[in-house]
Every structure is written in C-alpha cells, then in structure tokens.
C-alpha cells in the first residue's frame, strides 16, 4: 500500500479529458516535496511526463498538464488518442519514510 | 544523447547469486544520483535505492537493505545491482534511472533505462 494513492483505473473516449489524482500527506506532497509522473506505455520503460508539479520535458506533448494543491496532485490528459493507453504513477519523497515514492498507478483506457 | 544501457534478461535459480547493471553515456557519471526501481509481474513501481557514484554514497529503502546490494564504477559509467542468494520472489523487472535534484530530497527520475528481467525459478 502506497503512501500516494492512485485511482487503479480511469476511462475516456478519444477527443476527451481525463484526470489522474496522486492523493499524499504532510509528509510528502503537502510537504516542500513536488509530485512527478510518469507513462508506462505497455511493454516499454517509464518516461517522464511531468516535472515539478508542472512542468512538461521537452518532447512530452501539451496535451499533458499538472497541477498541485496541498496534500494532492494531479495529471490531466486533453484530446485523448489511443496512443495515450498506459500506466501512469506518481512520484514524490516522503520525509516519515525517508525515502523516495510511487504511486500504485493508474491504468489509462482509451475506449 | 542521455542514455541508460542495461543488461540483459537473467534466468536463475534459488539460491543463485546475480549482479545486473546500468551503463550511463551522454553526461557525466559521477555527478548524478542512478537509483533502481522493481515492478513485480503485475504490480507497480518501487523505488528499491541510489548510488551517488562520485563518492558511492549509498541510500536504501529499509525493505531491501541486506536483501540487494547497489554499487557503481564511475571509472566506466556503470551502476550495479546484486544479489548473494536469489528467491523466486525476486522475480520482477528491474529499472534503472537516472535522478535528478531539485532541492534538497526533492528528486525526480528523468533518464530509464529499458529494464532487466529477472527470473528465478527452479
């Protein structure tokens, strides 16, 4: 059990807005500490998506967003393509633990 | 380009030992944090430990420390992950990721490499 809670599923058809909520603590997110994510697309390695709560990497699509507020973070993914099918997690470090955190992730359907 | 090379799959038996590893190329080795990360068959990521290969300095999240050991050879660029005595619930996909620090403990991962697959089984 993470101490960053995902919903294990979220569904959308193509052209919609899904959101992906991280809920934390005041250990981690509520904390100084930011919230990343991450896609697994199936079969291949977690890429970066986010950065710092907001921040895209170069590359990464517009359609990707972040947002932070107190204990939670968030990713929402706009025009939603069939390509955007994968696992998502979020990341943090929590100060209790000591160390650095998942998500339990989220599985993406593009129905 | 930032690149993270690991080896290949491995197929063990119980008890057997195993060291993995993770080449950096397109940035300087040393100065960066590698930590890896497990996903057990259908489950999530877990963030396992890091290595600071300049100085090998070394950071473990308490259920794996004694259970693996992380080391690096900044002389070739490579992290390593070992194992003394394998048990089929090391059976998992093991990932290796470049961190990279904000403030502070406030890090993110943003180079992987592709993964190694661990099998153990008798």
């Known amino acids: 059990q993470s101490v960053l809670t995902q919903p294990p599923s979220v569904s959308g058809a193509p052209g919609q807005r899904v959101t992906i909520s991280c809920t934390g603590s005041s250990s981690n997110i509520g904390a100084r500490y930011d919230a990343h994510w991450y896609q697994r697309l199936p079969g291949t390695a977690p890429k970066l998506l986010i950065y710092?709560?907001?921040n895209r990497p170069s590359g990464v699509s517009d359609r990707f967003s972040g947002s932070k507020t107190g204990t939670s973070a968030s990713l929402a993914i706009t025009g939603l393509q069939a390509e955007d099918e994968a696992d998502y997690y979020c990341?943090?470090?929590?100060?209790?633990?000591?160390?650095?955190?998942f998500g339990g992730g989220t599985k993406l359907t593009v129905l | 380009e930032v690149q993270l090379v690991q080896s290949g799959a491995e197929v063990k038996k119980p008890g057997e030992s195993l060291k993995i590893s993770c080449k950096g190329s397109?940035?300087?080795?040393?100065?960066?944090?590698i930590g890896w990360v497990r996903q057990m068959p259908g489950k999530g990521l877990e963030w396992m430990g890091i290595?600071?290969?300049?100085?090998?300095?070394?950071r473990y999240r308490p259920s794996f420390e004694g259970q693996v050991t992380i080391s690096a050879d900044k002389s070739i660029s490579t992290a390593y992950l070992q194992w003394s005595s394998l048990k089929a619930s090391d059976t998992a996909m093991y990932y290796c990721?470049?961190?990279?620090?904000?403030?502070?403990?406030?890090?993110?991962?943003?180079?992987w490499g592709k993964g190694t697959t661990v099998t153990v089984s008798s």
């Open positions: 397109g940035y300087s080795f040393s100065n960066y944090w």
């Open positions: 990341q943090s470090y929590d100060s209790s633990l000591n160390y650095w955190v």
């Open positions: 290595i600071y290969p300049g100085d090998s300095d070394t």
């Open positions: 990721a470049r961190h990279v620090s904000l403030t502070g403990s406030n890090y993110y991962m943003d180079v």
């Open positions: 710092a709560n907001t």
